[in-house]
């Protein structure tokens, strides 16, 4: 996976999409995540439409179902032609490898089958979250290693998790995976709904293997310089 800034682009209209996407830069050197409510809103055809301009995209809905029903999605997400897509490890084995199997299924002979990214913990759960009302007896970076151990035998290409957990996880999972970090926050003033956050430098440093921004780009005032700037300090 290349080194890439991801920007969440986390709108419910097309127009504030366009606007933004005209000045971030070549479509084929410019990497960007469609979540939920974009999806919902709009479906595949906004999907494939920016694929076709040269978007990589990736398609963020965090499948989280029974085997059967997760494997069937993922053929339809491959058939999109996107650059990665996710899912939750918290759905198990099993239901990880038919993921993987549906995207296998679904994508086109020749073309590249999409990376499939699970994501650990959100990063809007805290330690105590995690103990009090997941029940979990793990810690927080014990509990992230232990779902990224299961993505990882399962077929998963990587995880979804926070910058902090990535120096452990290199070490106790290996390089030979992804780790691709939200909860990026250019100070430590905002964090919004995020739990588990660190600046682009700081992912940097912990190995990231890329971040995904929202807020921090959209909300900004000139979101395209502020794009530009979390570029060159990540890459
Ligand atoms: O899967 C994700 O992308 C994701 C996982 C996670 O643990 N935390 C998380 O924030 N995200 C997504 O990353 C983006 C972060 O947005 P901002 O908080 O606005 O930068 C949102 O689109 C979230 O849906």
Same mark, same amino acid.
Not at 6 to 14: G, P, R, S, T, W
Not at 61 to 90: E, F, M, S
Not at 142 to 158: I, R
């Given at each position: ?14 127009? =504030? *999409?366009? +606007? %933004? !996407? $005209? ?6 050197? @410019? ?5 939920? /409510? ?73 073309? =590249? *089958?999409? +990376? %499939? !990214? $699970? ?6 759960? @805290? ?5 009090? /009302? ?94 530009? /700037? ?6």
């Amino acid at each position: 996976m290349k080194k890439a800034v991801f920007v969440a682009l986390d709108y419910d209209n097309q127009k =504030e *999409v366009q +606007k %933004l !996407l $005209a000045n971030l830069g070549r479509p084929e050197e @410019t990497y960007i995540k469609i979540g939920m /409510e974009l999806y919902y809103h709009y479906g595949a055809g906004l999907v494939t439409s920016l694929v076709k301009q040269g978007y990589h995209i990736f398609l963020d809905l965090k499948l989280h179902d029974i085997p059967n029903t997760v494997y069937q999605a993922a053929r339809q997400i491959a058939h999109l032609g996107v650059y990665c897509t996710t899912i939750h490890a918290l759905g198990g084995s099993e239901m990880i490898t038919a993921a993987k199997n549906g995207l296998k299924d679904g994508t086109a002979q020749g073309s =590249e *089958v999409p +990376k %499939l !990214l $699970a994501v650990t913990e959100l990063t809007s759960i @805290t330690a105590k979250v995690l103990s009090t /009302e997941q029940n979990c007896s793990l810690s927080m970076p014990e509990q992230v290693v232990s779902l990224a151990q299961t993505a990882k035998k399962a077929g998963a290409d990587g995880v979804i998790c926070s910058p902090l957990e990535v120096k452990n996880l290199r070490k106790k999972i290996g390089s030979d995976f992804l780790y691709v970090t939200p909860g990026i926050r250019l100070t430590n003033k905002s964090n919004d709904d995020q739990k588990r956050i660190a600046t682009p430098q700081k992912a940097k440093e912990f190995g990231s293997s890329a971040i995904v921004v929202g807020r921090p780009i959209t909300q900004a005032k000139n979101p395209a310089q502020i794009y530009h /700037e979390i570029k060159k300090e990540f890459e």
